[in-house]
């Protein structure tokens, strides 16, 4: 069992960067993959960006060249630099966690087992 617990959100103008991190809690044991994806009001659950046991990493087209995504195995704690921020990118940011070595393209939510709350991201133009 799995808690993820999202931070770093909160409300930036155009242009500028956030740091979104998620902690992990519970004993997590194996292979495990990771990621963040968004959501807002009325909208289908969008995916971000992924990283899988090894570190491979995918990025969807909306935030590639502008978006990092990171781990740290011994704190357990997944991060999502995002610079440039558009807009576009204002939305309910979750992190998600899978207990697999890798889940392939495209990530539609389902794949994952475990969730955060969610951390809102506001971008103002």
């Known amino acids: 069992q799995i808690n993820l617990v999202e931070s770093g959100g909160g409300s930036v103008q155009s242009g500028g960067s956030l740091r979104l991190a998620c902690k992990a809690s519970g004993y997590l044991y194996g292979g495990y993959c990771m990621g963040w994806f968004r959501q807002t009001p009325g909208a289908e659950r969008e995916w971000v960006a992924a990283i899988d046991n090894d570190g491979e990493i995918q990025y969807s087209d909306s935030v590639l060249g502008r978006f990092t995504i990171t781990k740290d195995n011994n704190k357990h704690t997944l991060y999502l630099q995002m610079n440039n921020l558009k807009p576009e990118d204002t939305a309910l940011y979750f992190c998600?966690?899978?207990?697999?070595?890798?889940?392939?393209?495209?990530?539609?939510?389902?794949?994952?087992?475990?969730w955060g709350q969610g951390i809102q991201v506001t971008v103002s133009s």
């Open positions: 998600a966690a899978e207990n697999r070595l890798w889940i392939p393209s495209p990530h539609q939510g389902a794949e994952y087992s475990y």
